[in-house]
């Protein structure tokens, strides 16, 4: 059975430092690209990055580039997303969730309906 499970969300003050982990079981994940989203409390599912089956192309929202970076090991089933410079505007529920194809959209906003299967999500808040 196909699982993704987000981990690594929790509560920082503004300027820090967070690792989300995606743990991925039951299906060839070295196969699918991943992606992250995330969803703010009465806001729509957002697009964060996504990156491709072998870890060669990634893809980045505006609003986190220069500031998160996605990474994906293979071997582990696992894909990771480094958020640095946390802002409160981060504040929402993180969702990994893998990629219909081996390859992300080359163009931003990532859509949710290139993705078949979601996580349950991880809380990640930002606050002083």
């Known amino acids: 059975q196909l699982q993704l499970v987000e981990s690594g969300g929790g509560l920082v003050q503004p300027g820090g430092s967070l690792r989300l982990s995606c743990a991925a079981s039951g299906f060839t994940f070295s196969y699918y690209a991943i992606g992250w989203f995330r969803q703010a409390p009465g806001k729509e599912r957002e697009g964060v990055s996504c990156?491709?089956?072998?870890?060669?192309?990634?893809v980045y929202a505006d609003s986190v580039k220069s500031r998160f970076t996605i990474s994906r090991d293979n071997a582990k089933n696992t894909v990771y997303l480094q958020m640095n410079s946390l802002k409160p505007e981060d504040t929402a529920v993180y969702y990994c969730a893998a990629n219909k194809f081996y390859y992300c959209s080359g163009s931003v906003p990532l859509l949710t309906s290139d993705f078949g299967s979601w996580g349950q999500g991880t809380q990640v808040t930002i606050s002083s």
């Open positions: 990156i491709s089956s072998a870890g060669g192309s990634t």
